[in-house]
Antibody
Framework: QITLKESGPTLVKPTETLTLTCTFS??????????VGWIRQPPGKALEWLAV???????RYRPSLKSRLTITKDTSKNQVVLTMTDMDPMDTATYYC??????????WGQGTLVTVSS | QSVLTQPPSVSAAPGQKVTISCSGS????????VSWYQQLPGTAPKLLIY???KRPSGIPDRFSGSKSDTSATLGITGLQTGDEADYYC?????????????FGTGTKVSVL
């Protein structure tokens, strides 16, 4: 059974850097074809894909946020970390991580709400 | 803003059928597989359909998917109150170097 769980601060101040950790079980990020992605959802709005990292350390980022995002993995700890710099109130959202195999994200973590406010 | 367009809402009576469209372009739906995700109120999204029409284990055959050219459709038959949720299509877009994943604008399904 694959499970993922997001962790990190619930409140960050504008201009600060957000660091989120996705801790997973039931699969290995060293297995060919496997990836872990991050997706966010502002309150009442649609899903927005942010980034994905693959077993071979290949990384993809949302073009409009590429300069602010960094995704890394620690295979030994079964963790993926997403950092987002220069946080703004518009970045307030629930952040999800999800397992990726082939072309879909499945399953997803429960999500963590991050509020950006001074 | 999303590059995949969905109707904001659809509704029908219990037992009836609804369809949700997802309109894209040659750089996304036209070239890549489409997935559909269901998000029940207050919960994380769940994969409903992958590779255009395939259902993961445990997803009832009341849910179906199809794709034609640059559009995809999700169908729900035998509508139940438990189907009230937001539904999103998703696929890869290769218009930019490296590609990026895109979600639809989302559709709220209501059971009358």
């Amino acid at each position: 059974q694959i499970t993922l769980k997001e962790s990190g601060p619930t409140l960050v101040k504008p201009t600060e850097t957000l660091t989120l950790t996705c801790t997973f079980s039931g699969f290995s990020l060293s297995t060919t074809g496997v990836g872990v992605g991050w997706i966010r959802q502002p309150p009442g709005k649609a899903l927005e894909w942010l980034a994905v990292i693959y077993w071979d350390d290949d990384k993809r980022y949302r073009p409009s946020l590429k300069s602010r995002l960094t995704i890394t993995k620690d295979t030994s700890k079964n963790q993926v970390v997403l950092t987002m710099t220069d946080m703004d109130p518009m970045d307030t959202a629930t952040y999800y991580c999800a397992h990726k195999l082939t072309v879909s994200f499945d399953p997803w973590g429960q999500g963590t709400l991050v509020t950006v406010s001074s | 803003q999303s590059v995949l367009t969905q109707p904001p809402s659809v509704s029908a009576a219990p037992g009836q059928k609804v369809t949700i469209s997802c309109s894209g372009s040659n750089s996304n739906i036209g070239k890549n597989y489409v997935s559909w995700y269901q998000q029940l109120p207050g919960t994380a999204p769940k994969l409903l359909i992958y590779e255009n029409y395939k259902r993961p284990s445990g997803i009832p055959d009341r849910f179906s998917g199809s794709k034609s050219d640059t559009s995809a459709t999700l169908g729900i038959t035998g509508l139940q109150t438990g189907d009230e949720a937001d539904y999103y299509c998703g696929t890869w877009d290769t218009s930019l170097s490296g590609g990026n994943y895109v979600f639809g604008t989302g559709t709220k399904v209501s059971v009358l």
